[in-house]
T-cell receptor, first 110, second 114 residues
Framework: GQSLEQPSEVTAVEGAIVQINCTYQ??????LSWYQQHDGGAPTFLSY????GLEETGRFSSFLSRSDSYGYLLLQELQMKDSASYFC???????????FGTGTLLAVQP | DAEITQSPRHKITETGRQVTLACHQT?????MFWYRQDLGHGLRLIHY???????NKGEVSDGYSVSRSNTEDLPLTLESAASSQTSVYFC?????????????FGSGTRLTVV
């Protein structure tokens, strides 16, 4: 089976840096994805890591360590609009479907 | 512009009724997915399809069915609605089997079973 763990809530202040961790257990693994969801709206794709290391996209970066079954999403220069839920997701096995974690609610305070 | 649309946005139904939620995408994506979202559980996969006439069960498929007769649509049917199926339902689509380019999600259907 597959399971993912991420913190349920994180609080940070505007302008700061925050890291959201994700650990996973899978029977097969191809990559780790991150999605953002505002107020129950449609989740939107942020990043995908298939190889170890850091991928940077603007203020957001995502990291993967396959040997540690661990990844994180790094958000820099936090803005109020970054307040949202963030989900990590793994794909693996023969079918490559995405299995999501339970999400981390990020609250950015002024 | 290409899009993925779900209908209805909100639905209230009675226990035991059959309900169908629609999902339509104009991305020409081969892959389509149905998830449900509940507090404390994140997004859980119900059914998915990799192409016309292909359907597969996800982790929480009991009580649900799908059919794929064309590329654009993957309707989700609740055969006999139960209160435990009160949830927000999201449809998604993607191009590649390996989700490197991400899934595109619809805006969701909020279903209440009374």
């Amino acid at each position: 089976g597959q399971s993912l763990e991420q913190p349920s809530e994180v609080t940070a202040v505007e302008g700061a840096i925050v890291q959201i961790n994700c650990t996973y257990q899978t029977s097969g693994f191809y990559g780790l994805s991150w999605y953002q969801q505002h107020d129950g709206g449609a989740p939107t794709f942020l990043s995908y890591n298939a190889l170890d290391g850091l991928e940077e996209t603007g203020r957001f970066s995502s990291f993967l360590s396959r040997s540690d079954s661990y990844g994180y999403l790094l958000l820099q220069e936090l803005q109020m609009k970054d307040s949202a839920s963030y989900f990590c997701a793994v794909d693996g096995g023969a079918t490559n479907k995405l299995i999501f974690g339970t999400g981390t609610l990020l609250a950015v305070q002024p | 512009d290409a899009e993925i649309t779900q209908s209805p946005r909100h639905k209230i139904t009675e226990t035991g009724r059959q309900v169908t939620l629609a999902c339509h995408q104009t991305w020409n994506h081969n892959n389509m997915f149905w998830y449900r979202q509940d507090l404390g559980h994140g997004l859980r996969l119900i059914h998915y399809s990799y192409g016309v006439h292909d359907t597969n069960k996800g982790e929480v498929s009991d009580g649900y069915s799908v059919s794929r007769s064309n590329t654009e649509d993957l309707p989700l049917t609740l055969e006999s609605a139960a209160s435990s199926q009160t949830s927000v339902y999201f449809c998604a689509s993607s191009d590649l089997k390996v989700p490197a380019d991400g899934y595109t999600f619809g805006s969701g259907t909020r279903l209440t079973v009374v």
